[in-house]
């Protein structure tokens, strides 16, 4: 459950999030090693370095502007 403008909300899934993150993960997976490790570092000084390991079952694309799952 979460407020937008004041309204409360509730979603079991939110596939912008996990869309943004798939696409972090697939570039990431792109770099060298060293450039691997510096975005591991960066990611890991606000403990955030788990993002990288966390992995979606089923695809997420973008179709008339919204995420759609595949």
Do not use: C, H
């Amino acid at each position: 459950m979460f407020l937008v403008e004041g309204q409360q909300m509730t979603a079991s899934a939110q596939p912008f999030r996990f869309y943004v993150l798939k696409r972090l993960q697939n570039y990431v997976e792109t770099l060298s090693d060293t450039q691997r490790l510096e975005v591991e570092g960066i990611l890991s000084t606000t403990a955030m370095q788990d993002v990288l390991k966390f992995k979606l079952v089923r695809g997420i694309g973008r179709a008339n502007n919204l995420e759609v799952w595949q």
